[in-house]
């Protein structure tokens, strides 16, 4: 196959993905990540209708990104809000938007860290943006395979997406939600027909 062929649609692939993020953003065992050393690490316990997701952050490799997300978390914004974009054998999607798809209140954008050079593996928690590389605020995403192409060494734009974060328990839980079933709700795509909820979320260990 064309060289070329294979970066223009690389690049497409890539332009989508950013442009989808914020309107809304078979088995998948291929990949497996590696699970990183918890003792010193923050957790987080993402309490969803489907199960509990357990998170490990990266606070010393992404230590505005994590700091943002915990103050989503300390500050309830996350709590009752969906998982509202959803793609098989790609990743899954929440953190800003109610059932009814309205969205939730978010403060200013933070500077996007993909300089952290983590890749956006299978398991792996990273943030949602627009266009934008710094437009970042409440959303995140959660890779259901190893998404490589998303990765600033890979990235068009240079920039990509910063991880910050890996399931640590409960990736049975992500693969489940990565398998429901979607269709179009109010202007948006993707979005599970039957409500995926974060009905809490718990701060294990800081």
Do not use: W
Not at 39 to 64: M, R, Y
Not at 97 to 117: A, F, G, R
């Amino acid at each position: 196959m064309n060289i070329q062929y294979i970066k223009i649609k690389v690049f497409g692939l890539f332009v989508l993905f950013c442009l989808a993020l914020p309107l809304y953003s078979d088995s998948i065992h291929e990949s497996t990540h590696e699970i990183k050393n918890t003792e010193e690490s923050t957790l987080i316990k993402l309490k969803t209708s489907e199960g509990d997701i357990t998170l490990s952050l990266f606070v010393d490799k992404a230590p505005e990104t994590t700091k943002n997300f915990l103050y989503y978390a300390k500050n309830g914004d996350y709590k009752g809000t969906i998982f509202h974009r959803v793609i098989k054998n790609f990743m899954i999607q929440g953190g800003g938007h109610l059932p009814d798809m309205s969205q939730i209140s978010t403060i200013d954008p933070i500077v996007n860290e993909s300089n952290n050079n983590i890749s956006n593996k299978k398991g792996t928690i990273a943030m949602a943006r627009t266009s934008d590389p710094h437009s970042a605020t409440s959303q995140f995403f959660i890779n259901l395979i190893d998404n490589s192409f998303l990765d600033k060494e890979n990235a068009p734009d240079d920039f990509g997406y910063c991880v910050f974060g890996e399931v640590v328990e409960g990736i049975e839980i992500v693969e489940k939600i990565g398998h429901t079933a979607t269709g179009n709700k109010l202007g948006y795509s993707d979005v599970p027909l039957e409500n995926i909820i974060i009905e809490d979320v718990e701060i294990i260990k800081e």
